[in-house]
Nanobody, 113 residues
Framework: VQLQASGGGLVQPGGSLRLSCAAS????????LGWYRQAPGKQRELVAQ???????YYLESVKGRFTISVDNAKNTVYLQMNSLKPEDTAVYYC????????WGQGTQVTVSS
């Protein structure tokens, strides 16, 4: 499984970004899709994930602001990020779990005025 992430950038506080992660396989065969982030000097943390059955999980600090979704026709998982805060600044990684885990390359998100 190969994952190609995109959509990061520089945004002002309160702004929005949508991250995309395209999978090289039928996304319906992937058990769990997730977005992680890693800020400088911090450990990588799970931000949001969605199971093949549609169950979702969100990090407490992003609940109500971020939404994870899947487009099966495009084999793509998205992370819609609204009301961004400086503390959301990090490199964001998509992850897929299908028998084993697979990582996409990171995409930088910087929230700053």
């Amino acid at each position: 499984v190969q994952l190609q992430a995109s959509g990061g950038g520089l945004v002002q506080p309160g702004g929005s970004l949508r991250l995309s992660c395209a999978a090289s396989v039928n996304i319906g065969t992937i058990d769990v899709l997730g977005w992680y982030r890693q800020a400088p000097g911090k450990q990588r943390e799970l931000v949001a994930q969605i199971t093949r059955g549609g169950n979702t999980y969100y990090l407490e600090s992003v609940k109500g602001r971020f939404t994870i979704s899947v487009d099966n026709a495009k084999n793509t998982v998205y992370l819609q990020m609204n009301s961004l805060k400086p503390e959301d600044t990090a490199v964001y990684y998509c992850h897929a779990l299908r028998i084993r885990g697979y990582w996409g390359q990171g995409t930088q998100v910087t929230v700053s005025s």
